[in-house]
């Protein structure tokens, strides 16, 4: 077999090799471009036309191969689209083995589409080289295009894409499967499964279009699971929230009643004799001191009652708090949403905060104010480790070991920012990490 022959085969149903390859090389681009990067400018320029150049250049090659390599050659294909994109995407293994598995039936499902419209077109009309590669161009450009914009429907979701070993092996089995029937009629056509001559190319392009919107819809699945998984942490989180806020108003009326009781403990400090039960009840007044200074007066009794609990858990943790905040301002938001707000907020402040060695660096301040018709909420806390970002999602990564069932405090922040039209952003100067919300109030 010459070269000629490889690029324009004899046999009518046969696709080029050089373009099975470009099919190969444009799905992997369109996977490329649809999610996260490691690569960026014209590194990533330059590794996918290098890669167009291996993916068609291996393809050719194989043409030359004989008939009994076909398998392990698609096999050698396969890897080294895998390869591209764990090369170039930010993802795991799992995941750049789904996209691939996604991507070939993608190849598969172009390249047979092709071969069919331009067969029906060379039988009535004649072949030709020129309209064969027209062909080609047209028909790829346009289900790359339609992929891509059905794909970016859950890889734009600002969710991580969690696949495990079984949702894998059904990806798997649905790629092996459809490759396999697709090509049966190709290598075997006495078989029950196999097409004549002229439906051959019919039923290699359903098939191969039956699997990819079976992957399609697996992926759609599993980013609709992740999501419910998601909110359901969240809403779990926002009543946690509410609930530490009904008991912290509880707690401050029993403290309330105890700074009440406190000209009690000076009339007994007057008639005390004794100078180590003196020491004792000033002990006792400074601690109830302590807490009156904890309470909070914003204008706003819910906030207030947040704050006060914070505040004291603070003192507890030796962490200095400091609060400028202006409650009426927050009127329009519903109560849960303001215990979620500032709670997460200042749990996350705390949490930071109690990890740093120094108390003197141990500072939480948290602004409240109006800036036109936005309210700007901002927390500011010291760090002394720098904050990794998560990229797909673009927020700090959590420092748990349970990953999957932490750091939706962040996010439930978010989600109540834009539930009033405004958003959330995070920032890290020096040793400094800000957190700032914006909220609409004409919402």
């Known amino acids: ?68 390599l076909w398998i392990p050659n698609m096999m050698v294909a396969v890897g080294l689209m895998y390869f591209e994109m764990f090369f170039v995407l930010d993802a795991t293994p799992p995941q750049c083995g789904f996209y691939t598995i996604q991507a070939f039936l993608v190849a598969e499902f172009s390249a047979s589409l092709y071969r069919q419209i331009y067969v029906w077109y060379a039988t009535a009309l004649g072949s030709s080289t020129l309209l064969s590669f027209l062909f080609m161009l047209g028909i790829y450009a346009l289900v790359f295009f339609v992929y891509f914009q059905f794909d970016r429907r859950t890889s734009g979701l600002d969710v991580p894409f969690e696949i495990t070993p079984r949702e894998f092996g059904s990806a798997l089995a649905t790629g092996i499967g459809a490759f396999s029937l697709s090509n049966l009629s190709f290598i075997w056509t006495n078989t029950p499964f196999s097409a004549d001559q002229n439906n051959m190319l019919y039923v290699r392009t359903l098939v191969d279009l039956g699997g990819m919107l079976m992957l399609m819809t697996q992926k759609d699945r599993i980013y609709e699971a992740t999501i419910s998984g998601q909110n359901f942490a969240i809403n779990q989180l926002l009543r946690r929230q509410y609930e530490q806020y009904k008991l912290s108003v509880d707690n401050s009326e029993m403290l309330r009643k105890e700074i009440h009781d406190l000209k009690h403990y000076l ?41 006060t609990n914070k505040s004291l858990q603070c003192r507890k943790k030796n962490i200095t708090f400091k609060v400028m905040a202006d409650g009426d301002i927050i009127s329009f938001m519903h109560v849960k949403d ?97 957190i700032k919300v914006l909220l609409n109030q004409s919402n």
């Not at 180590?276 to 706003?300: M, P, S």
């Not at 439930?412 to 958003?423: D, L, P, Q, T």
């Open 338 to 434: 303001i215990c979620a707000l500032f709670g997460n907020l200042l749990d996350n402040a705390i949490e930071a905060s109690q990890l740093i060695a120094s108390a003197d660096n141990r500072l939480i301040t948290l602004s409240v104010k109006k800036v036109n018709s936005f309210v700007v909420v901002e927390c500011v806390n010291y760090c002394d480790k720098h904050v990794e970002i998560e990229h797909q999602e673009h927020l700090p990564k959590t420092t748990k070991e349970d990953k999957k069932n932490h750091g939706f405090g962040l996010k439930s922040i978010r989600m109540i920012a834009e539930k009033y039209n405004g958003s959330m952003s995070f920032s890290q100067e020096k040793n400094w990490v800000t």
């Open 267 to 307: 009339i007994a400090l007057k008639n005390e004799s004794s100078p180590e039960k003196k020491q004792e009840y000033i002990d006792e007044l400074e601690q109830q001191i302590a807490i009156h200074e904890a309470f909070q007066n914003t204008g706003n009794q819910v906030l207030d009652v947040i704050l």
């Open 1 to 68: 077999m010459n070269l000629l022959e490889i690029l324009v085969p004899e046999n009518i149903m046969d696709t080029p090799r050089l373009f099975t390859g470009l099919a190969e090389w444009g799905a992997v681009l369109v996977n490329i471009l649809g999610h996260k990067r490691k690569k960026k400018g014209a590194a990533l320029v330059l590794l996918c036309v290098l890669f167009c150049f291996v993916q068609m250049g291996f393809q050719v090659m194989a043409g030359f191969s004989h008939i009994s």
